[in-house]
């Protein structure tokens, strides 16, 4: 056993360093850094820098045009992107789509899909969720029935998505659907790729509890969806939206992200003053801040041996559930603390703010104005992507067996 | 980086679990406490056959350490199935904490005349470094060494010497130079338990071990009794503690491990509304909790045995305070919950849950609790 970079690990780190600190447009990075809004065009400009170096998909294998990083590289790339201030990379065309047809999609899929997805010349967003089906997800009633008519070979489909991230961004949404009815609800769902452009398909906005519009409602009425866009095989769509988690809980680990806030709590505690001292020498505040700070090293060894085990061929399984109960618990701990160092201007409601070019008046230190956002955003981490008590559910089915 | 253990590590840590599971129940646990000493001589004897005391004693003394400190992956294996095994002789404090002080301080000499018999079992070492009213602040030292004659005299009381009755040799800090708290002047010596003037207060420690109050009531030593000088004693006193944390971690998480599997065990076996417990999801939630917490734990008892060898002794200290704290922080939720899922047997003498969860509790405030760490790391986090 080995926990400790080697050599080769370090020279990444700067290789890494370097690139992003010249690469990442000032602009962009600012906003990431004062928690201001990022817009699409910000997100795909950073990770079409990125498609330019040949890093356009840090956990790809090779033969697609991936890095093929061992699992060190993989988390000094997020560390670093992260501390820098580089946007998130919307995950999922590049972590979640990608390796459903990577394993289970033909070679026109691959060819048609994958390389856009590498360049981000198209961004997708996911169809999983609906009104009546969110933890219990299977029980999903949007039909897809598929036709032979003049126009050709396709599918009808209609019902709603909901609660789905980014869908005002994305160009195409991956889709669970139901194809037939006989049987076990798992048993009849496929597994559809639809244009987001195609008649019939229509996005409204849900702003969530501050203001901030990530999810929406997706309606689909009579969409024609051509069958060259289903993966795989009909009725076996339930077999690649597990493997599809697999790789979403993997990704939760997230150190760099928690490291960047994490540091946003100590800088706000090294300048909010507190009995004539900065908030960050009161030993009380202060072994908060280490409580938290341990709890992300622990995170960091359960994230990398997450990505170690994948690399020595173990599928992802609900091994990823324990990161992602441990990390999202931990993300949402920071975002609190956050609020609490700034003390009585975490109150001010100033939304305008929430852009980079914002000139007004701030009512407080302008670090302040987005903690609250952030914080009530946080909430839902331990909802989307299976709810924690959905993880707690895996744990106990398929690691403990009760 | 590498999560693996070697196959000299899978071996051994397999032949330790098949002998501890095969030769160390419960009922024969009892019985190694009630024996004279509070420790079977037989087990001793076989562990010693299996090399696990050897594994920090240098090569050059009669062990199988290619250097001081041992390899902490070693270790880290071996604790881990004496966590799951319970067992109470005491291989951490003679062959990994003494072990360890001897060889980071004594002279070829002292090694030679001091190591081979702690390697092979016939002998075993026990420190005091810790004294009343300085809790775990080894820089507290109120015994005095003052020189006498050839060599020392000295005269002072250790806190909570685990095995300090029975070993044959008491390794004690003490003052040079300096006040009772300075940071240095602090000297350790090697003293027989049997020497004039050392009296040893022998008890029970609730967790199955025995410990003792060391007094040193104006004890001679001679020059060649001292194995660090004041100006090392505490550096080799804080590596020390170091490598025993990283000891402690590997220990909780073979507890962890096993309260886990057993909990998990008696939900499926239980019945109550006609059906195993398990089935119902307030219990499988909490245990999924546990799971949760044995991860972390796993991940802190490998993360202390991969930095514990650091040179930089700043990240040296954090690393292994965190750790400390985080293994301390989970293994509490994981204890309590083990016994609370058991129900009435839980707190009931009978089974191997009350026996885990004592010795989880009492190790994780052995040479520092979750207070303590989370305080160091605190103190020394950069902005």
Partial sequence: MDLNPSAADRAFREEVRSFVHSSLPASIRDKMLNQKKVSREDTVCWHKILYAHGWGAPSWP??????????????????????????????????????????????????????????????WCQGYSEPGSGSDLASLTTTAVRVRDAEGDHYLVNGQKTWTTLAHWADWIFCLVRTSKEGKQQAGISFLLINMRTPGVTVRPILNMHDIHHVNEVFLDNVKVPSENLVGEENQGWTYAKYLLGHERSGFAQIGFHKRELQRVKDIARQEMSHGKPLFDDPRFRAKIAQLEIRLQALEIMGLKLIWDQEQGKPPGPDASIVKIFSTDLMQAIGELAVEAAGPYAQPYQPEAQYLDFAGEFAGPPYTSGLAATHFDNHKYTIFAGSNEIQRNIISKMILGL | MDFNFTQEQTLLADSLRRYLAKSYSLPARRQAIAAAGGFSAEHWQAYADMGVLALNVPEAHGGLAAGPGGNPLDTLVVMREFGRGLVVEPLWMSA????????LSGSDTQQSALLPALADGSEV????????GGRYDFNHVATTATASGDGFKLSGRKAVVLHGAQAEHLIVSARVSGKVADATGVALFVVERNAPGLRAFDYATVDGLRAAEITLDGVVVPQSAMLADETHGTAVLERTIQLAGAALCAEALGIVEALTDTTNEYLKTRKQFGVPIGKFQALQHRVADM????????????????????EDGEARRNAIA?????????????????????????????LIVSHYVKRLTMLNQTFGDYEHHLAQYAEAMTA
């Fill in chain 2, 322 to 350: 965190a750790a400390r704290a985080s293994v301390a922080e989970a293994s509490r939720f994981v204890g309590k919950n083990a016994v609370q899922l058991h129900g009435g047997m839980g707190v009931a003498d009978e």
């Fill in chain 2, 125 to 132: 070492f026990a420190l005091g470094a810790l004294e009343p």
């Fill in chain 2, 96 to 103: 990994v904490v003494c072990a360890n002080v001897i060889g």
């Fill in chain 2, 291 to 310: 799971l949760v917490c044995v991860e972390q734990v796993r991940a802190m008892a490998y993360f202390a045995a991969a930095k514990v060898s650091l």
């Fill in chain 1, 62 to 123: 090779v033969e697609y045009g991936g890095t093929g990083w061992t699992a060190m590289q993989r988390l000094i790339f997020d560390d670093e992107c992260a501390l820098a201030g580089a946007p998130r990379l919307i995950p999922f065309g590049h972590n979640m789509v990608a390796p459903v047809i990577m394993k289970f999609g033909n070679q026109w899929q691959k060819e048609r899909f994958l390389p856009r997805i590498l360049a981000m010349d198209e961004c």
